[in-house]
């Protein structure tokens, strides 16, 4: 059993920065994937930045030069920094862990344990 919670998400003004982090409960494995995701309301929930056992990283192309991603496995910890945000960028963002992992996946559906989500806004 995996319990996430994810956490420092706020308001802030195009082109500022937030850094988002996610606990686990549960031990991580280095075989497990580790990925951040969001949704706005009417949409699907998408891939953003993830991490595979295999150590390869993958991003959306929208956020690529602006997010990165990295994780902790002995603190149970993931994280995103996010930089020069955009209004786009406005969604709840979610931290989600697939179990026995090798390679990553930015499939939503891939994921079992998830955060309770962060709310993210960018104003222009």
């Known amino acids: 059993q995996v319990q996430l919670v994810d956490s420092g998400g706020g308001s802030v003004q195009a082109g500022g920065a937030l850094r988002l982090s996610c606990t686990a409960s549960g031990y991580i494995y280095n075989r497990d994937c580790m990925g951040w995701f969001r949704q706005v309301p009417g949409k699907e929930r998408e891939g953003v930045a993830t991490?595979?056992?295999?150590?390869?990283?993958s991003y959306a192309d929208s956020v690529k030069g602006r997010f990165t991603i990295s994780r902790d496995n002995a603190k149970n910890t993931v994280y995103l920094q996010m930089n020069s945000l955009k209004p786009e960028d406005t969604a709840i963002y979610y931290c989600?862990?697939?179990?026995?992992?090798?390679?990553?996946?930015?499939?939503?559906?891939?994921?079992?344990?998830w955060g309770q989500g962060t709310q993210v806004t960018v104003s222009s």
């Open positions: 989600a862990v697939r179990r026995n992992c090798w390679r990553s996946t930015m499939i939503t559906g891939d994921y079992v344990f």
């Open positions: 991490t595979g056992g295999s150590g390869e990283i």
